[in-house]
T-cell receptor, first 116, second 111 residues
Framework: GAVVSQHPSRVICKSGTSVKIECRSLDFQATTMFWYRQFPKQSLMLMATSNEGSKATYEQGVEKDKFLINHASLTLSTLTVTSAHPEDSSFYIC????????????FGPGTRLTVL | TQLLEQSPQFLSIQEGENLTVYCNSSSVFSSLQWYRQEPGEGPVLLVTVVTGGEVKKLKRLTFQFGDARKDSSLHITAAQPGDTGLYLCAGGRGGYQKVTFGIGTKLQVIP
């Protein structure tokens, strides 16, 4: 149980294009999902908290107009990197929390984004 | 912002050796989780500790939460190559689901 998937696992795009990453909880409902970014040899940095049916909450320094988050259902959150630039290249990871559970997070396998 | 410091950041040991990695903060956390992350994958939860002084064992892994709930340790007995990975600690605050991650300890167990 508690499986989270991400799609795609890898994506390469040209500078200026937009990329959408999906995060799905496969066998449970998640009212809250988190989006992280991890640069090489660094820890996970929280970008935003995605809440089903409401606007996402962004961490300080994260541009909400650049990183669009939609949490349209209890099992799906999407992150769209708009007008991507090479500095956006990173490993993007989502996590989900069991509805009503403690702060244990179940992570997706991550998406490697490379912007040329 | 609460910072979680992990030490050592890198550790290379021979198979069969014991090791301890540490997670320290000046802030109090209501819960602390340990994760292991393989390259190119998301972190996998190992354990959650919530009570000061709590000790949890997972096969050869022993996790301890400090009495003051500001620090934690992970001890591995008789390390095996399969233990190789990045070990991350993450602290949570009561009633609030966000956690803060440490930078991690990269462990390499040499056969």
């Amino acid at each position: 149980g508690a499986v989270v998937s991400q799609h795609p696992s890898r994506v390469i795009c040209k500078s200026g294009t937009s990329v959408k990453i999906e995060c799905r909880s496969l066998d449970f409902q998640a009212t809250t999902m988190f989006w992280y970014r991890q640069f090489p040899k660094q820890s996970l940095m929280l970008m935003a908290t995605s809440n089903e049916g409401s606007k996402a909450t962004y961490e300080q320094g994260v541009e909400k107009d650049k990183f669009l988050i939609n949490h349209a259902s209890l099992t799906l959150s999407t992150l769209t990197v708009t007008s991507a630039h090479p500095e956006d290249s990173s490993f993007y990871i989502c996590s989900a929390i069991l509805a009503g559970g403690p702060s244990e997070q179940f992570f997706g396998p991550g998406t490697r984004l490379t912007v040329l | 912002t609460q910072l979680l410091e992990q030490s050592p950041q890198f550790l290379s040991i021979q198979e069969g050796e014991n090791l301890t990695v540490y997670c320290n903060s000046s802030s109090v956390f209501s819960s602390l989780q340990w994760y292991r992350q393989e390259p190119g994958e998301g972190p996998v939860l190992l354990v959650t500790v919530v009570t000061g002084g709590e000790v949890k064992k997972l096969k050869r892994l022993t996790f301890q939460f400090g009495d003051a709930r500001k620090d934690s340790s992970l001890h591995i007995t008789a390390a095996q190559p399969g233990d190789t990975g990045l070990y991350l600690c993450a602290g949570g605050r009561g009633g609030y689901q966000k956690v803060t991650f440490g930078i991690g300890t990269k462990l390499q167990v040499i056969p």
